[in-house]
């Protein structure tokens, strides 16, 4: 089992999630509350995989995450070069809790995010294989380019 997860850097300013507001703009402390949530969820990932492994459950595995100096604006699974599952994620602004202070936020929302599913086995072959080689190779555009480790 191989899962390579691509995460926005949250060291540098993004557009979004940024302060809302009055002061609208880059907020380190708005990043670092995304960055938190981020390590929290990519470990809860890494975590379980290696434990299928050393379960054996599953031969070998291998997780690997890199960040991209670029907004996460959708979610997108593909699994085994034969399927792919996309949603956009939709820019809200919503107030939270930073530090003991609320603050408004512009924040990309993914929790409840409508997945699209393109396969090479669909009806209409040519557009699900073109959907799944085009997802992939844009996937490793990134990966390979841009990508730095991971280091939470």
């Given at each position: 089992?191989?899962?390579?997860?691509?995460?926005?850097?949250?060291?540098?300013?993004?557009?979004?999630?940024?302060?809302?507001?009055?002061?609208?703009?880059?907020?380190?402390?708005?990043?670092?509350?995304?960055?938190?949530?981020?390590?929290?969820?990519?470990?809860?990932?890494?975590?379980?995989?290696?434990e299928?492994?050393?379960?054996?459950?599953?031969?070998?595995?291998?997780?690997?995450a890199?960040?991209?100096?670029?907004?996460?604006?959708?979610?997108?699974?593909l699994?085994?070069?034969?399927?792919?599952?996309?949603?956009?994620?939709?820019?809200?602004?919503?107030?939270?809790?930073?530090?003991?202070?609320?603050?408004?936020?512009?924040?990309?929302?993914?929790?409840?995010t409508?997945?699209?599913h393109?396969?090479?086995?669909?009806?209409?072959?040519?557009?699900?294989?073109?959907?799944?080689?085009?997802?992939?190779?844009?996937?490793?555009?990134?990966?390979?380019?841009?990508?730095?480790?991971?280091?939470?």
């Amino acid at each position: 089992m191989t899962i390579r997860l691509m995460l926005s850097d949250m060291s540098q300013p993004v557009a979004v999630p940024s302060r809302a507001g009055s002061e609208p703009g880059d907020d380190p402390a708005v990043r670092e509350r995304v960055a938190s949530i981020a390590r929290r969820s990519a470990g809860q990932i890494v975590e379980a995989v290696r434990e299928l492994g050393e379960l054996g459950l599953v031969q070998k595995v291998d997780v690997t995450a890199r960040v991209i100096p670029l907004p996460m604006m959708f979610k997108m699974y593909l699994l085994n070069d034969e399927e792919v599952f996309f949603g956009f994620y939709p820019v809200v602004e919503r107030e939270v809790e930073i530090e003991g202070e609320t603050v408004p936020i512009f924040d990309a929302v993914g929790k409840d995010t409508v997945l699209f599913h393109h396969s090479v086995s669909d009806d209409d072959r040519a557009t699900g294989s073109q959907y799944v080689d085009q997802a992939r190779r844009w996937f490793d555009s990134l990966w390979g380019t841009l990508g730095r480790t991971y280091e939470p």
